[in-house]
């Protein structure tokens, strides 16, 4: 694949923010009605903030759709390009599975395995350190993460079966 060749022009890229923000707005806008968005006899009621907050993002994302349809040739330009992508997914990819293995319905490793785990691949595949530096580094950070919040602070964090089998509850 050529690194260098666009995903997605400048225009296309704006005009799908707008579009989500929009469809966003209207969500807004469409379940403030449903709350009350009206002034009542003792204030406003519930959606009323809300609505009127819901109709600002609405009025401003097609204000945005309506300046990137009208680019002309800067909307033409590339907005990202393979590599660029493939780097920016290289670590968005292993951050969104280390935040789903934290706590999730079906299996939670609770923060500080997860995080060990994260540390440790992060410093094979992108580091391209051995397992020598790396174990002491991801281990020892985390042993000192949990004295420093779980002891000292007592600020319980989410935990998942290791620390249960130590007693960590």
Not at 7 to 16: L, Q
Not at 103 to 125: H, K, Q, R
């Amino acid at each position: 694949m050529d690194e260098k060749k666009p995903v997605a022009s400048v225009r296309a890229a704006e005009s799908v923010v707008a579009l989500a923000f929009l469809v966003f707005g209207l969500v807004v806008v469409w379940d403030s009605r449903r709350l009350g968005a009206e002034w009542g006899s003792d204030g406003p009621q519930a959606g009323y903030f809300p609505f009127y907050v819901g109709l600002l993002v609405c009025v401003s994302s097609v204000a945005n759709l309506l300046r990137a349809i009208g680019m002309g040739e800067k909307g033409k330009e590339a907005f990202v390009e393979w590599g660029q992508l493939r780097m920016i997914l290289v670590v968005m990819i292993p951050t969104v599975i280390y935040v789903a293995l934290i706590a999730n319905p079906w299996f939670s490793m609770g923060i500080y395995a997860a995080s060990t785990l994260f540390i440790a691949i992060f410093m094979y595949f992108l580091g391209k350190y051995t397992w020598r530096r790396i174990i002491p580094v991801s281990v020892g950070t985390m042993v000192f993460f949990f004295l420093m919040f779980e002891i000292w602070f007592k600020v319980p964090l989410p935990k998942g079966p290791l620390e249960a089998a130590f007693g960590f509850n």
